[in-house]
């Protein structure tokens, strides 16, 4: 990645990886919810579905109207085989859409 | 009379660091800060525009929920179906300084059509006021763009030219398909 330089040079700007993202954020608040929800996607994509959902749970006490959280529980819960828990979490979605 | 309202999902499209936020937030506040802060999960942003209705001779008013996503694509197929269930409308943008944010744009729009159907693209070259660094030449963006059928703009969320344009441009697009 490139940013303006004075001399016309080009600047690599570092970005860090996701992770270590999420890892700054919850370092500063732990009820970053921003960066837990992120930390619930790649908990999910390493294979931890339950600990994902557990902290997209949390993600929705803190803020039930988190956008595409309620949607992500869904996927989640499909992924896991329960039906019922991801039609529940597919109606709460739309109720938040509307 | 009060306007007819319509309500319109447009989901940001590019990679990392190619201003998907800056120029949020420069059309929506007209603010905007050098410092590059990552997009971590999701941000809504709403603004409601009067544009002229396609299908009618009274403007309407479109409220436009704007979603402002991780340019990073360690979770974006994962969150696909989170991110972009309902959109009606995608604002691609690329970054002047970088070719690969371009070629990238192709797949964006794949991982969203394939959970929103075949909606509406508008692309967006953002930093455009760094032409003396610019990586892609200019008939190469004209010729990505055509060929997809894509309308397009200039913009710079640095210095808000082409700004107001771009997100008039992906609503008046967006409604003239719906026409």
């Known amino acids: 990645m490139h940013g303006p330089h004075p001399g016309g040079v080009p600047l690599a700007i570092e970005r860090p990886d996701t992770a270590s993202l999420v890892r700054q954020r919850l370092m500063a608040n732990a009820d970053d919810v921003d960066a837990l929800f992120v930390l619930a996607a790649l908990r999910a994509q390493e294979g931890y579905l339950e600990e994902g959902l557990t902290i997209l749970d949390h993600v929705l006490r803190i803020d039930p109207r988190y956008p595409g959280a309620w949607r992500f529980k869904a996927k989640l819960h499909g992924m896991q085989g329960e039906a019922a828990a991801e039609q529940s979490a597919r109606r709460r979605a739309e109720e938040m859409e509307r | ?179």
């Open chain 2, 1 to 179: 009379m009060p306007l007819e309202v319509v309500k319109l999902k447009i989901c940001m499209a590019g990679e990392g660091a190619v201003g998907k936020t800056s120029l949020i937030r420069r059309y929506v506040l007209d603010q905007y800060d050098d410092r590059y802060i990552a997009t971590l999960g999701t941000k809504i942003t709403k603004k409601s525009l009067t544009v002229a209705n396609p299908a009618g001779s009274e403007p309407l008013q479109a409220d436009v929920i704007l979603w402002d996503i991780m340019g990073t694509s360690t979770v974006r197929e994962l969150l696909k179906e989170a991110y972009y269930h309902g959109a009606q409308g995608i604002l691609a943008v690329a970054d002047l300084t970088r070719r690969d944010t371009l070629i990238a744009l192709d797949e964006w729009a794949r991982s969203i059509r394939s959970v929103a159907g075949d909606i509406p693209t508008y692309g967006v070259v953002n930093k455009a006021d760094l032409e003396r660094e610019r990586a892609l030449p200019p008939a190469d963006v004209e010729s990505f763009f055509r060929e997809r059928g894509w309308p397009w703009s200039y913009a710079s969320a640095k210095t808000g030219a082409g700004v107001h344009e771009t997100f008039v441009g992906i609503v008046k697009h967006v409604l003239g398909s719906r026409a």
